[in-house]
């Protein structure tokens, strides 16, 4: 992101709890929380389709005009309805343009993986994130992982990936596998567990008991 950052404007709310916030979104606005650098924490109100607006475009760190003061905040996390579709409520935390904060930065996936072209190849891609830290000013919308050279057996890991800022920290384990090829063959079924009757039965176990001794003793049971 840009040293340029957007103005949320939020009012004070003096009430919580689900039903006054439930109220709230019915009025077309976002319930949320400002907190950190040792102040009290802050419920606040925002336009909804305002916040929606800058969220929907991966921006997180934002000038808050509340009050009559202005104050820099960092998007921590966002509150989404029981089915996972609608954001209500949103947390914020107080920060200064030139400190360090730990975040998490999403992957982009490009390229055609040339291992791929073979047969029973699938694409595993364990991670869809990195975790890092970094100044707040060069948050990262995304980091871009290239996948075009990734072959059959061959596997990209977090250390791997290039971070946009060199004063950037990876987080993650570096081990930690990002994406990999690997080839899903059939399996065949050996041995004994493989073989069945003619008639497409299953053989008989010596020592089991039959269907219709575990009926007697169902029914012995009912009793």
């Given at each position: 992101m ?6 949320l ?5 003096d ?12 009025e077309?606005k976002?319930?949320?929380i ?11 109100t925002?336009d ?5 607006t800058?969220?929907?475009?991966g ?11 202005t ?15 609608n954001i209500?409520?949103a947390?914020f ?15 982009h ?10 047969a029973?190849?699938?694409l595993?891609?364990?991670l869809?994130?990195?975790e890092?830290?970094c ?18 057996g ?8 290039k ?5 950037m920290?990876?987080?993650t384990d ?6 990999q090829i ?5 399996e065949e079924?050996t ?5 069945v009757a003619a008639?497409g039965?299953?053989?008989e ?6 269907d ?7 029914e012995?049971?009912g009793?």
């Open positions: 840009s040293d340029d950052t957007r103005t404007s939020a009012e004070l709310r009430r919580t709890g689900s039903r006054y916030a439930k109220r709230i979104r019915s077309g976002l319930p949320a400002v907190y950190g650098h040792g102040e009290t924490p802050q419920p606040v925002l909804h389709k305002e916040a929606m800058h969220f929907s475009k921006e997180k760190v934002f000038s808050l005009e509340l009050g009559g003061k104050e820099h905040v960092l998007l921590k996390d966002l509150g989404y309805d029981h089915l996972g579709n209500i409520h947390d935390a107080r920060v200064n343009l030139d400190e360090r904060v730990d975040t998490r930065a999403h992957l996936f490009v390229g055609n993986a040339v291992g791929l072209k073979k029973g190849a699938v595993m891609k364990p869809s994130e990195l890092l830290n100044v707040v000013t060069n948050l990262p919308d995304a980091i871009e992982v290239d996948l075009s050279d990734l072959d059959v061959d596997a990209i890991h977090a250390g791997e990936i971070l946009p800022k060199s004063t920290k990876l987080l570096p081990d930690a596998v990002v994406a690997v080839v899903q063959a059939e079924e041995g004994e567990g493989a073989e008639d039965s299953e053989p176990v010596i020592g089991g008991k039959k219709d001794d575990a009926e007697g003793d169902a012995k049971k009793d």
